[in-house]
């Protein structure tokens, strides 16, 4: 039988164990993560942040256990001791995956930092989630083992089951790796312009670790999954710089001066806006067409963005030039001789 003396014991060392609590989560709050606070990483306080209140149930789980167990030796049965067991495991797990969500965020954190990429939350959640069942099924081999039971055929089978949860996320850990290759390789980088093989053209205003966004002419946002873009061919408008060469091409009639012409087109665009004072202008006669001389007139503008701007300006000019010059465009022409019969 219990006698008085051993329950005031026992009630002695829980209450001892929930003050050394207390006391471990105040040293913790108010000296050891100031101390963490000055090194260079801040994974260190975010740890020590997120352990202090699972840290502190686990020593009053383990004051009341011992407790328990050296008070009542005799009246201490198997099964007890089992289920200090599992909330000792249940501890642990939760302990881990409070370490595992805040050790995935500060590393992908800092991944996307480096990169200069956009953290991406869903990615974060995503992988925080993943990680979360790998610690519940191995948590709970271990309660398994720790009830008696054989573990072997269950870690075969979730082995094939961790295969088949691989080969569903492999599209979205493909699209993860290949969004850290955009970010360190950078073949295009937030603010350019870009040409997708497909035909689309727009200014890329997001490179996440999942997905790219980019704003067309039509200001609507496509989202493109980064292992898209790096398997085809992409044309970066604004690199090496944002200039761009401009070819407007012109037919003029037979008979015409070319001289005059060239000078003209040379004219319009020097003065053209946006266009290049350091390149020269070039006009070429590029062919004999059916009912047309064909030239081409080629000049550098500064910024890409404004190539339809600069090109609505020259065609402009040109028609208005050459109807004051009596320089004919010509229109297409096409001469049918009919046979007669006799």
Not at 111 to 124: Q, S
Not at 133 to 153: C, D, N, Q, T
Request: glycine share 4%.
């Amino acid at each position: 039988m219990v006698d008085i003396w051993s329950l005031a014991y026992a009630l002695a060392v829980v209450i001892g164990a929930i003050l050394f609590a207390k006391l471990v989560v105040f040293i913790i709050e108010n000296f050891v993560i100031k101390l963490a606070a000055r090194t260079k990483t801040e994974l260190d306080e975010l740890i020590l942040k997120t352990i202090k209140w699972p840290l502190y149930y686990a020593i009053i789980l383990f004051g009341t256990y011992f407790a328990v167990k050296t008070t009542f030796p005799t009246f201490y049965p198997d099964y007890v001791h089992k289920i200090f067991s599992i909330a000792e495991i249940l501890l642990g797990i939760w302990i881990v995956i409070r370490i595992s969500d805040v050790v995935i965020r500060n590393y992908l954190a800092q991944i996307a930092a480096r990169i200069e990429a956009r953290l991406d939350e869903e990615l974060v959640r995503l992988l925080q989630r993943i990680a979360k069942v790998f610690i519940w099924i191995i948590g709970a081999i271990i309660i398994i083992k720790a009830l008696g039971y054989e573990i072997s055929p269950l870690v075969a089978s979730l082995g094939i089951a961790g295969l088949a949860i691989a080969l569903a996320l492999q599209d979205t850990l493909a699209n993860f790796f290949a969004g850290v290759y955009i970010s360190v390789g950078k073949p295009f980088k937030i603010g350019d312009n870009i040409q997708l093989a497909s035909g689309e053209v727009g200014d890329v205003v997001d490179i996440g670790l999942r997905t790219t966004k980019i704003k067309t002419p039509d200001n609507a946002i496509l989202i493109v999954p980064n292992s898209e873009i790096t398997k085809t061919r992409v044309l970066n408008l604004s690199q090496p710089s944002e200039s761009i060469r401009v070819v407007v091409p012109i037919g003029v009639a037979y008979g015409t001066d070319l001289n005059k012409v060239k000078k003209i087109l040379t004219e319009i665009a020097v003065n053209a806006p946006y266009a290049l004072k350091d390149a020269q202008p070039l006009v070429l006669f590029k062919s004999f067409g059916d009912f047309s001389l064909n030239l081409e007139l080629i000049f550098w503008i500064e910024n890409l963005r404004k190539k339809m701007i600069v090109i609505d300006h020259i065609n402009s000019q040109i028609n208005e030039r050459f109807k004051k010059e009596g320089i004919e465009i010509p229109f297409p022409v096409r001469t049918l001789i009919m046979k007669k019969e006799t």
